[in-house]
């Protein structure tokens, strides 16, 4: 499975952003997309994820009501919606994708993207 994602850029506090991950190769009869991200000297953590099967959506409590995951099947395309953005999303955003997982944050990620910049100033 190959991933792409995009649409990271500069955007000002309160802003909103919509990132995306194009999905290719290999598929699975159920898997996972999740969207991580790192910021500088932090470690990479869970921001949203979704189960491509039945839509089933999980977030982080620190971005819950501002981030809506999504995916369009037709497109094999996963999205993330970032609005009220924070100088704190300021990050690296992955997006991976889990086969036979559900989204959830601990399910075993076995293939990422090659991460797009979000920067917020504030």
């Known amino acids: 499975v190959q991933l792409q994602a995009s649409g990271g850029g500069l955007v000002q506090a309160g802003g909103s952003l919509r990132l995306s991950c194009a999905a290719s190769?290999?598929?699975?009869?159920?898997?996972?997309m999740g969207w991580f991200r790192q910021a500088p000297g932090k470690e990479r953590e869970f921001v949203a994820g979704?189960?491509?099967?039945?839509?089933?959506?999980y977030y982080a409590d620190s971005v819950k009501g501002r981030v809506t995951i999504s995916r369009d099947k037709a497109k094999n395309t996963a999205y993330l919606q970032m609005n009220s953005l924070k100088h704190e999303d300021t990050a690296v955003y992955y997006c991976?994708?889990?086969?036979?997982?559900?989204?959830?944050?601990?399910?075993?990620?076995?293939?990422w993207g090659q991460g797009t910049l979000v920067t917020v100033s504030s």
């Open positions: 979704i189960s491509w099967t039945f839509g089933t959506t």
């Open positions: 991976a994708a889990s086969a036979y997982g559900s989204g959830v944050p601990n399910n075993k990620y076995d293939y």
């Open positions: 190769g290999r598929t699975f009869s159920s898997y996972g």
